[in-house]
């Protein structure tokens, strides 16, 4: 049993490591909680996605017929409801949104956000999205205390509502930030609406996450078998043995 237990608690571990990383306290950052295994939230992250980011924003690597797949949506449902480009159903994500133009609009093309939450992180997105706030010295009329002078207005405003910034006295330094005029959604609907945006998106920088972890309980089960079994069979091998 003393020789078991290391096989045991190493399986445990795998089975750990397959499970979403404890955000670090201290970063400053909101903690979004996205689920990549939660398929309504995804469903629901698509439909924010496809009416207020596609216009600006692509998902170059992604296709809808993929995105059908993956988050048990037909044909039908996804060129009905996601698809305002006139893609066809095999086609990637691609924006309309011609990128010399959008430079000139807005001093720089907007990002494609296939691996957007992969290089930032979850949080960091998931925060961003909730700290816009109104500033007049800005040129688009918006500011963001996650990322400062961001070039992108804010897409969101009419869910939302309107944030204004308190600065501490004396300085321009944002102290906290207030929901000045109430949008379509409460707060905690708005930061439920956002998570499902994190989380689509979370989705789109690794699509294969929900095959492995689907595949990867699986695994650690086999693997907690197969050492039980061998245990057994050790014993069996070596019980003449003195």
Not at 87 to 112: C, N, Q, Y
Not at 178 to 200: H, I, M
Request: a neutral charge; aromatic letters at 12%.
């Amino acid at each position: 049993m003393k020789r078991i237990l290391p096989a045991v608690a190493l399986t445990l571990g795998l089975l750990l490591a397959g499970q979403p990383a404890v955000r670090a306290e201290g970063s400053g950052l909101m903690a979004s909680g996205s689920s990549v295994r939660d398929q309504a939230s995804l469903q629901r992250g698509a439909k924010l996605f496809f009416n207020y980011c596609v216009g600006c924003h692509s998902l170059k690597y992604m296709r809808y017929s993929r995105i059908a797949d993956d988050l048990g949506l037909t044909e039908q449902q996804v060129m009905q409801n996601l698809d305002f480009t006139g893609a066809k159903f095999d086609d990637p994500v691609i924006s309309h949104m011609p990128a010399e133009d959008a430079a000139k609009w807005f001093g720089k093309a907007p990002p494609d956000l296939s691996l957007e939450v992969s290089a930032k992180t979850p949080d960091w997105v998931y925060t961003y999205l909730n700290t816009f706030y109104l500033d007049p010295k800005s040129p688009i009329g918006w500011n963001n205390t996650t990322l400062p002078n961001a070039a992108m207005p804010f897409p969101l405003w009419e869910l939302q509502g309107q944030q204004t910034a308190v600065t501490k006295p004396g300085t321009d330094e944002v102290e906290k930030l207030e929901l000045s005029r109430p949008g379509k959604l409460t707060p905690a609907q708005y930061q439920q609406a956002t998570r499902d945006l994190v989380n689509f998106l979370e989705y789109v920088s690794e699509p294969a996450a929900l095959q492995r972890h689907h595949y990867g309980v699986w695994v650690v089960l086999f693997l907690a078998l197969f050492t039980l079994l061998a245990y057994f069979l050790k014993k069996e091998y070596w019980k003449d043995v003195h």
